[in-house]
């Protein structure tokens, strides 16, 4: 109705009699992707506003949603996510902003708490200002205790008075413009942020990279890409880059097109020169990665193998790190893989990369649950920790971590370790090599998100008071 096209028309048009378009509006035949892709062209729209990507992709926003709020508070019984999103599109979309700026503020909060706690410049601006009252405040008791003081020291201790009440309005008048400047730095969506919603909107899955990829690989460039720079010799000191980092070098020559039209579709990147920066390096090294393990191979391997980063990582060439980051991207259309959470952390528990899933959300500031194994992988560098976690939303899921080094370690100096955890639904557990030899009821433990949002009772790992009791 809206194309200004009959069935009949539209029908004829994509190759295909009314009555099976009929069907197929009905939910009483599948459609193919080539077919859906007709019929997308023909009404000028993307095909995930036909098959139900785009409502599938909401429909886990808002169940990520009620996820984070049930792991704080018990929630009225609710109705199915997908559908509230295909009764109300709308306002599943009014609630997904007001929930990020919601998330936005907190943050907000959270990094001004920050600054406020550890800032240095803050915590000499208090000082200063306490020392410009202690003194403007001793200079006025003695003016006004002592009516008999001579005309040169009731000059002096005036001259004390307007010297510090000057120097305390030019302190405060500093910490007023660092307030400012700081609430403009930790504004809603930071940059990384924006590079965060970005995948998390599109599952990690970017088809166009994924086609650039193939082509190049069909026209032979990979060989190509993958050759040492022509300058290096073995005599060099210096290692040649990676493969990674050359296929990266190739993407953003040749994909570049590809990925402008990916980030024009959002606008929050226009007027951000950062998160522009940020977007693109992580989608040129996404391009790298479906180089180096292309789609429909990468897929079927893992099937076969059962999602084992190891065994994946030995037939593709590359890092425990690359292969399962690469399983986190298996959400094409008709061959999607097992949907993965993914999160990296340091031995500080600083998380530098977060998938959640819909039910299990992953902290975007601070530290996560500290019984997920993400932490408990630092003690066994180089060995997989797992176990299964229950939420007190009652959802239970399968966690592992592997602990890396990201840089070989050099003489005099600690090795650089960083964690990378996946976790999939306990349902999918049956499905991953990981879960093998552990029986599900007997080894799940009570787990939370975070510390502050946690509500797990008698918790000895528990940090923080809960913010909700």
């Known amino acids: 109705m809206q194309a200004g096209l009959t069935q009949g028309t539209l029908a004829r048009r994509a190759g295909i009699s009314p009555s099976y378009l009929n069907l197929i509006e009905s939910n009483r035949r599948p459609a193919s992707t080539v077919l859906l892709d007709r019929i997308a062209a023909e009404l000028a729209v993307d095909r995930a506003q036909l098959d139900g990507e785009a409502e599938r992709r909401m429909a886990d926003q ?13 929630l009225p019984e609710l109705a199915p996510a997908e559908e509230f999103v295909g009764h109300h599109p709308g306002w599943a979309a009014l609630l997904l902003r007001v929930y990020r700026s919601y998330q936005d503020r907190d943050a907000a909060v959270l990094a001004l708490a920050d600054r406020l706690e550890h800032d240095p410049f803050l915590r000499d601006s208090v000082h200063r200002m306490l020392t410009h009252v202690t003194s403007i405040r001793s200079a006025a008791e ?25 120097r305390l309005s030019q302190t405060a008048m500093a910490l007023a413009a660092f307030f400012d400047s700081a609430q403009t730095r930790v504004r809603a969506a930071t940059p990384t942020e924006k590079v965060d919603a970005l995948i998390v909107e599109s599952q990690n899955h970017f088809p166009e990279l994924e ?11 990979l060989a190509r890409a993958l050759q040492p720079p022509p300058s290096f010799e073995a005599a060099d000191s210096e290692d040649p880059p990676s493969a990674f980092e050359r296929l990266r070098t190739q993407a953003r020559q040749g994909a570049a097109g590809e990925v402008a039209a990916i980030l024009s579709r959002h606008d929050e990147f226009e007027q ?29 391997a893992a099937e076969r193998h059962r999602y084992d980063p190891d065994r994946l990582a030995r037939l593709f060439g590359v890092s425990y790190e690359q292969a399962a980051h690469r399983l986190t991207t298996l959400r094409r259309p008709g061959k999607e893989g097992v949907r993965f959470a993914f999160m990296r952390a340091d031995p500080s528990g ?13 902290p975007r500031y601070g530290n996560a649950c500290p019984l997920w194994v993400i932490y408990g992988a630092f003690q066994t560098p180089g060995m997989t920790a797992r176990a299964f976690g229950a939420l007190t939303s009652g959802d239970d899921f399968l966690f592992f971590a592997r602990a890396v080094e990201k840089q070989p370690a050099i003489a005099g100096g600690g090795r650089h370790l960083m964690s990378i955890m996946l976790a999939c639904t306990g349902d999918d557990a049956p499905r991953i090599a990981a879960g093998d030899g552990i029986e599900r009821r007997a080894a799940t433990v009570p787990v939370g998100t975070t510390c502050r949002l946690c509500i797990q009772v008698g918790c000895r790992q528990r940090q923080e008071p809960p913010l909700v009791v």
Do not use: C, Q, W
């Open 62 to 74: 808002v169940l990520e949603v009620s996820a984070e709020l049930a792991a704080s508070e018990r």
């Open 211 to 221: 086609a650039y990829a193939d082509a190049l690989r069909d026209a032979g460039g």
């Open 142 to 166: 003695i003016l006004s205790a002592n009516d008999t003081l001579n005309a040169i020291d009731n000059r002096r201790f005036l001259e004390i008075v307007a010297g510090d009440s000057a």
């Open 272 to 300: 951000d020169d950062e998160a522009y920066r940020l977007a693109t390096k992580a989608l040129f090294a996404y391009a790298a990665a479906a180089m180096l393990m292309p789609y429909e191979p990468f897929h079927a």
């Open 350 to 362: 600083f998380i530098s990369k977060r998938l959640p899933l819909p039910h299990l959300p992953l």
